[in-house]
């Protein structure tokens, strides 16, 4: 989740790897917009869009399940590839549930996005915050980083409430990994660990009857902000094979994993995951149609590091 300011604001930053300019007109095309707006699963209708002091942007987001959440959005600060002041939430029958401010800013051809969302009360920024994490709506800002990419990649962000060499020696030290990173119901063991530049780790999951073996090669790590490797399947013996409940994934993955601090004891850790090497047409279908399922692993994963973290 967001990392909290004022007692009733919620503040969160991304970097886009991508101009101010092409993210701005992200935001403010009713065409691109609709390509990334929302929770995953959820699609996106514009009625009508008046992007200036005092317009309305008119929509109704259609939820996975058929349910469609109406919105009429009022603009009251418009500044060109720079800033954006909004209502969000309202609609005919309510009136809007918080006040969002953006600003945008180039970083050497890359774009900042800061977010400040204001709620009424702390106590409904309580309530929200729950409602966001339920729905998956900080995915909305992982879609936007996909959407900007020039690749086929698929991006998770989530803050977490402790300092980032504590967060970086828990991604990176095997004791630890293996409590948190497997999926809901799998223990994770190490059979053998060499977590640096140029070294490999050999691991298997278990969850019931399903047994599974991977192994990661590292190709960069640099403490405390970032590592990077390539994933495969393996059989016991180490030898390659294909993901074991489905053969059309790809052989081979790419793993970047950026750490950065939001406060003295707040770090916000982004996954970057994409095809590594040759892929066919199939395999790299296979990986765009599972994002979904991707968010939810990972979102299990990222609450037991949460609840993890808290038992420590």
Request: aromatic share 12%.
């Given at each position: 989740m967001a990392s909290k300011s004022k007692a009733n604001e919620l503040t969160l930053t991304r970097i886009y790897d991508a101009p101010?300019?092409?993210?701005?007109?992200?935001?403010?095309?009713?065409?691109?917009?609709?390509?990334?707006?929302?929770?995953?699963?959820?699609?996106?209708?514009?009625?009508?869009?008046?992007?200036?002091?005092?317009?309305?942007?008119?929509?109704?987001?259609h939820g996975p399940d058929g349910v469609d959440y109406p919105n009429k959005t009022v603009y009251y600060e418009v500044e060109k590839y720079s800033r954006l002041v909004y209502d969000h939430g309202a609609n005919d029958n309510q009136p809007a549930l918080f006040r969002v401010t953006v600003v945008f800013s180039e970083q050497a051809g890359k774009t900042k996005m800061e977010m400040t969302m204001a709620f009424p009360s702390p106590e409904v920024l309580g309530?929200?915050?729950?409602?966001?994490?339920?729905?998956?709506?900080?995915?909305?800002?992982?879609?936007?980083?996909?959407?900007?990419?020039s690749t086929d990649r698929f991006y998770i962000n989530r803050s977490f409430e402790a300092p980032i060499d504590e967060i970086f020696d828990i991604w990176t030290n095997p004791k630890h990994v293996a409590k948190w990173l497997p999926p809901t119901g799998f223990t994770m063991e190490y059979i053998k660990a060499d977590i640096r530049a140029g070294g490999t780790s050999f691991y298997c999951m278990t969850g019931g009857d399903v047994k599974m073996y991977g192994?990661?090669?590292?190709?960069?790590?640099?403490?405390?902000?970032?590592?990077?490797?390539?994933?495969?399947?393996?059989?016991?013996?180490?030898?390659?094979?294909?993901?074991?409940?489905?053969?059309?994934?790809?052989?081979?993955?790419?793993?970047?994993?950026?750490?950065?601090?939001?406060?003295?004891?707040?770090?916000?850790?982004t996954v970057a995951w994409e095809v590594y090497g040759e892929a066919t047409a199939e395999e790299r279908e296979t990986f765009n149609k599972s994002k979904?399922?991707?968010?939810?692993?990972?979102?299990?994963?990222?609450?037991k590091l949460e609840e993890y973290l808290e038992e420590r």
């Open positions: 101010v300019k092409m993210v701005w007109e992200a935001w403010t095309d009713p065409k691109q917009v609709a390509k990334w707006w929302g929770p995953r699963g959820f699609t996106l209708t514009t009625h009508s869009k008046d992007l200036r002091v005092g317009g309305h942007w008119h929509y109704t987001m309530e929200m915050r729950k409602f966001i994490k339920k729905a998956g709506g900080e995915a909305t800002w992982d879609r936007l980083a996909e959407y900007l990419s192994k990661a090669s590292y190709l960069e790590i640099t403490k405390p902000n970032r590592i990077v490797y390539t994933q495969v399947f393996c059989d016991a013996n180490e030898k390659i094979t294909r993901h074991p409940m489905a053969p059309t994934w790809p052989e081979t993955m790419l793993t970047t994993i950026t750490f950065a601090e939001e406060g003295p004891s707040t770090t916000r850790v979904g399922g991707m968010t939810i692993g990972w979102t299990g994963s990222f609450d």
